[in-house]
Structures are given as structure tokens and as C-alpha cells.
């Protein structure tokens, strides 16, 4: 339960003498905290080096030598440094920082979602993929999701026991840790142990991303107690926020590994809160029950696979492949782009283009893309750059698209061009979410360590706040990722995104890395549903095509054309004043302005190598109140 308290506490590091088989790090502390003891170890337990004693100022930029970071949040930056600093690798980092934003920013991810975290191994100079995505319950099928016919309102589906995939993100933690990481789950958690029982202040996002839950927080008991103080309200700016229950729940994996989640009073809880949400008597929110059994969560795998890549313009990118849309939609959009030169076009011919190649890419994302265990999508087909060559011509040069396009016949550019039995070709259907955009969900975590290791890190629980009922006594969100499935209005309509017993949602997680001379260059990715892709690819065209620095890149205001019925485009408010609006507005385009929706397009933090050997760590500047980023050793 939350309490108030004084402000600023000090948070230290204490490590749990019977956490971890491998501890390799030297360990700051073997102490046992005290349960509740805030600031008790106000100096990370003995090393004089807390790096939390005293929280620095928040920096959206950094370049420096070593390893580097860039998360959202404060706190997150500051768990992946710490581990760094003390020889952690960049896997290690991070699963501490996303352990720690587990805490702090409990509305975007945690241990109730999954995630997909893009690794580049610099020994081995291979880039791995590990898929946490949560699957569909086994005793779950598409027709849960459906009454009378028509599908279930998407707010409804939200806030429901039956949108819960079963959750991947410890699963993926500790199999990125056995495999490439040199800690135990019990020092990588270590940190955001201690910031979940001695708290941090509740900061302007944390307040608003409450208010933005509040009806239904109020109307899940758990909820309530855990984000809502006694007046009903959220807990204001400054509070000192502690979650006592996360705490208690990171120490039991900390101690018993992956499966004290999976197996025993988590995993019971789990399937208990899905099974019969905790709706405060009288509510009159309808909170429907799921189908989640003990089985499906002792079940759950993780999936080790390799990445999707395309070259463009001399560069190598990296992205993550099926069940996430993103690598491929990502790299097709390339393929497009890369046959126009940027050298001979205004940066409105270049966006011009950008959109043009996207909503291109989006129609065959909507059509052929899902989990590959379930679908046979033609990626060979939509990645080999013939089939780019024989679509570039359908972006108009001089006009903006009035209507969506229609997928194209990535079949006929397969090795093997085979239909696909899960979908067939130029399947059509909407996503359960009505216009599959992004608005404050998800982060994404980009870390690289000494040695050259990278990570690129997206974790969600889907919507803000995820299906938003707090597993009861355990602290932590439940994710609403089910959501991600494709819902025809006729459910008997084939479509390879459609829900199926133990299947993954497609996603558009896109971390991604750039290599140039085999080397990596960048290192990047941002929330917001199906828009996380536009930003990717406007980030890459501002710094590849545009030449932007990567902070400027990042920072620019986006816009994002996503296949829409009516060919327009969404822009943040900043774009729509810009030179560029008035010259694509000047080509036919149409743009929504996203404040009336949220107003953000994407959060997004980046990594670039520089040439000198620095690295420049950079968060998003504004965008959520602004993320933070730092470097191993300054300059
Ligand atoms: N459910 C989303 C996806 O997988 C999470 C990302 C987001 O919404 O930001 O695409």
C-alpha cells in the first residue's frame, strides 16, 4: 500500500545474501533490509558510491566514454549506470532499469506484461532478439471476444480479465540474464527492490498517468489502495510513493528465480485477479473475467530468435521480427525509401516520400502479419528489396494519398511463394483497438555497456495502466496485450492477427540497431501502439536521410501515416506550423492533430557511437516531462 511520507528519501542498494546462485558482481552489501526501513542504507550499504543518495540533475542528452543509458525515467538511467559502474554488463542494466521503472513508471510495463529486448553481442558481433510477448491463455479463444455477434466494446475489453496475455517479462529477464547477462535476477533486482520499499516522489507524469486511470482504480479494489489515497484522489506531486507489495514480490523472484512467478502465491494471485477481477462492491464498471489457469502461466516460454534485418543506404538495421510487426514493417518501409535519393530533395519531398513508404508498408502489415508459430507470413517476400522495387512506384510523387492502399503480393517474392494457411493473402480486419494508435503507453530502455554490447529494450503492459487492476497483494499491473489481436467485425473472417489459444498479439515493438562498417551506430525505439514505428522510421529518415544529429531527430515533431481509409496522416501540434506542414499540406496532405488524442506521438530514447569512440546517450527532451540520460564515465 502506498503511504505518505516525508520527501526525498534515500534510497541505497542492498543486495539479498540469498538471492542470486551467481553473484559475479561485487556485491555493495549482503544486508537483509528491514522491511520498511526507508534511507536506511543511505550510502548503497558501504561503498560511499550511492549513486541514488543524492538524485542528479535529469539530462534528455549525454555523451561520454564507457557504457550509456537513456530511459524515461530519472531512476531507470540511474539503476543501469549503477550496475555499469560496477562492471554489470549492458543486459544486466538492462533488467535493472526495467525492474526499477517496474516501479516508477508501474503505468508503462512490469512484471504483469512482456516485452522484446534486441541485443547486440559485440564478441560475437550477432545480434539476438529475446520475444517475452504474452500469449493468449490455452482455454482462450477469438470467441471470447465477441457478444451477440459484435465484438466486445475495446474500452470494455481493456479493463477486463479476458485481455490479459500471460505475462513474459520475468521469464524474459531471467533468460536474458542466463544467456548474456553476468548477474543473478537477485542483484539485477536489487535496486528497484529498494526503490519500491523506500519509495521516490511522485512526479508530474506519475500524477497525471493516476488521473488518467482514476474511474477505473477506483473501481478495482486494489487498485485504489495501491495508487489512491484515502481522499479517493491520486497521490500528489512530492508524495513519497512506496510499493511494499512490488517490493515483497521482486524479493520472492530475487530469491526463488522465475519460478516464484510462475508457480506459487504469484502465479495463484495472477490467475485469481484475472479469473474474477476485484471490483469494488457496487461498482458500475463492467470488469468481465478472463480464462487464465495456473497451467498457462507455468507453461509460458520465452522465444529466442534472430533478428529481422535490412541494409539502407550502407547501413545494417536490426529490428525485432514476428510476432512484432515492427522489424519488418520498419525494414519494408526502408527497402521503399531507399530507391528515391535524399541528396536531391527538400526535407519535404523527403517526408513526403516517408509517408508514402509507410502507409505502403502498413497495408501489408495489416494483412499478412502474426504470430509466426501460428502464420505463415510471407517476411521473406515483404523483405527482399524486388518486392520494394515493384511497389515504390505506387507512391505518388506530386499528390497525397486520398484512401488507404490495398496490400500488395509479397508471395510472389518468397523463395517459397506459398500461401499463408493463417491468413491468406490480402486479408483484411481492424485491430480490437479502434484506431491501433499509441498514446502514453510502453517504454522503451536503450543501454550499451564497455565491451560494445547494446541493448535496445521495449517492455509494456499495453494501455496506460495496463487492463488496470493491481495483482492483489503482489503490486504490480496486469497487462491488457490481448487487445493487440485483430477483431473482424465477422468473426469467422480469416485474419492471421486474430486470437487463438496459447497465440502471441502481433505488436509494433521496434527496437532497433543500426550498424555501419560493422559497427553498431545507433541503438534506438519508443512507446505508442502502432505509431512506434512511424517514429523508428522518422527518426532514422531525420538522421540518416536529413542528416539531423540524433537528439535533433528524436526531438522533431512527428507525424505518423498509417494506412488511414482516408490517406491522412496524424501530426503532433508542433508539426502543423512548421515550413515542412505548410509544403505537405501544399501536396494534398491531411493531418489529425493528436492533441485532440493524447497529443504525444511516441517517447523515445537513442544511443549513437560516435566516431571519437564516445557514446551520446540521449531521452526523449519533452515528450512525458522528458526522460534521462547518461553516460559511464563523462568526457
Ligand atoms: N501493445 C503494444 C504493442 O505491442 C505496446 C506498445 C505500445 O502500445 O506502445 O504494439
Known amino acids: 500500500m502506498a503511504q505518505r511520507k516525508h520527501l526525498l528519501p534515500t534510497i541505497g542498494l542492498v543486495l539479498c545474501a540469498a538471492c542470486s546462485p551467481s553473484e559475479k558482481l561485487d556485491p555493495v552489501s549482503q544486508v537483509e533490509p528491514a522491511p520498511g526501513d526507508a534511507g536506511a542504507q543511505p ?35 540511474l539503476a543501469a549506470i549503477e550496475i555499469l559502474r560496477k562492471g554489470g554488463n549492458a543486459v544486466d542494466a538492462a533488467v535493472a532499469a526495467a525492474s ?176 474474477s477481477p476485484p471490483v469494488e462492491p457496487g461498482s458500475a464498471l463492467t470488469v468481465r473475467p478472463g480464462v487464465m489457469a495456473p497451467s498457462d502461466l507455468q507453461d509460458y516460454e520465452v522465444r529466442v530468435r534472430p533478428a529481422v534485418s535490412t541494409t539502407y543506404r550502407g547501413h545494417t538495421i536490426h529490428g525485432m521480427g514476428l510476432p512484432s510487426s515492427g522489424g519488418i514493417t520498419v525494414a519494408l518501409a526502408l527497402n521503399l525509401l531507399e530507391g528515391f535519393d535524399p541528396e536531391v530533395l527538400t526535407p519535404v519531398e523527403v517526408l513526403h516520400r516517408y509517408l508514402g513508404a509507410s502507409r ?89 555497456d564497455a565491451a560494445g554490447n547494446v541493448v535496445s529494450y521495449t517492455c509494456t503492459i499495453e494501455a496506460e495502466g495496463g487492463n488496470g487492476i493491481v495483482v492483489p497483494g503482489h503490486g504490480f499491473l496486469l497487462n491488457n496485450e490481448l487487445t493487440d489481436f485483430t477483431l473482424p467485425d465477422d468473426p469467422s473472417t480469416p485474419h492471421p492477427n486474430v486470437a487463438e489459444p496459447g497465440k502471441r498479439p502481433r505488436s509494433s515493438m521496434s527496437p532497433t540497431l543500426v550498424m555501419k562498417d560493422g559497427k553498431p551506430l545507433l541503438a534506438l525505439a519508443s512507446p505508442g501502439g502502432s505509431t512506434i514505428i512511424t517514429t523508428v522510421l522518422q527518426i532514422l529518415v531525420g538522421a540518416i536521410d536529413l542528416g539531423r544529429p540524433i537528439d535533433e531527430a528524436l526531438a522533431a515533431p512527428r507525424i505518423s501515416q498509417r494506412n488511414a481509409g482516408d490517406g491522412s496522416s496524424d501530426a503532433e501540434t508542433a508539426f502543423l506550423s512548421t515550413p515542412e506542414a505548410e509544403g505537405l499540406r501544399d501536396l494534398g496532405h491531411v493531418f489529425s492533430d493528436k492533441s485532440t488524442s493524447g497529443g504525444e506521438i511516441g517517447a523515445a530514447t537513442a544511443l549513437r557511437f560516435n566516431g571519437d569512440g564516445t557514446v551520446t546517450a540521449v531521452a526523449e527532451p519533452v515528450r512525458r516531462q522528458g526522460g534521462s540520460a547518461m553516460v559511464e564515465r563523462e568526457k
Open 43 to 77: 550510502d548503497g550499504g558501504g561503498t560511499g558510491d550511492d549513486l541514488f543518495a543524492t538524485l542528479p540533475e535529469i539530462a534528455p542528452t549525454a555523451t561520454g566514454r564507457g557504457g550509456a543509458a537513456a530511459t524515461v525515467d530519472l531512476r531507470g538511467t
Open 100 to 275: 526499477v521503472l517496474g516501479a516508477t513508471d508501474p503505468f508503462s510495463c512490469g512484471i504483469g506484461g512482456g516485452g522484446f529486448m534486441l541485443i547486440y553481442l559485440a564478441g560475437e558481433g550477432k545480434v539476438v532478439t529475446i520475444d517475452h510477448r504474452e500469449t493468449a491463455p490455452a482455454g482462450l479463444t477469438a470467441s471470447a471476444f465477441y457478444e451477440s455477434g459484435a465484438p466486445i466494446d475495446f474500452d470494455e475489453l481493456v479493463t477486463s480479465g479476458l485481455s490479459v496475455g500471460v505475462p513474459g517479462t520475468v521469464r524474459g529477464w531471467s533468460e536474458a540474464l542466463r544467456r548474456y547477462g553476468t548477474l543473478g535476477l537477485g542483484d539485477a533486482l536489487a535496486r528497484a527492490i529498494r526503490v519500491a520499499e523506500t519509495g521516490f516522489d511522485v512526479d508530474r507524469t506519475f500524477f497525471e498517468q493516476t488521473g488518467r486511470n482514476l474511474e477505473r482504480f477506483r473501481a478495482i479494489t486494489s487498485s485504489k489502495e495501491l495508487f489512491l489515497g484515502p481522499d479517493g484522489e491520486p497521490w500528489p506531486v512530492g508524495t513519497t510513493f512506496k510499493n511494499p507489495d512490488l517490493a515483497r514480490t521482486y524479493r520472492l523472484i530475487a530469491e526463488g528465480g522465475e519460478r516464484a512467478f510462475y508457480e506459487g502465491e504469484v502465479a495463484e494471485a495472477i490467475v485469481a485477479a484475472v479469473g
Open 360 to 448: 505502403l508498408a502498413f497495408a501489408d502489415r495489416g494483412a499478412f502479419l502474426g504470430d509466426p508459430e501460428f502464420v505463415e507470413a510471407p517476411v521473406a517476400g515483404l523483405l527482399s528489396k524486388d518486392y520494394a522495387d515493384a511497389r515504390r512506384d505506387l507512391i505518388d510523387l506530386v499528390k497525397a494519398p486520398t484512401k488507404a492502399a490495398a496490400p500488395g503480393d509479397p508471395f510472389a517474392f518468397q523463395n517459397d511463394p506459398s500461401p499463408s494457411p493463417g491468413g491468406g493473402q490480402g486479408a483484411r480486419g481492424r485491430s480490437a483497438r479502434p484506431n491501433d494508435a499509441g498514446d502514453n503507453e510502453t517504454t522503451h530502455i536503450t543501454i550499451s
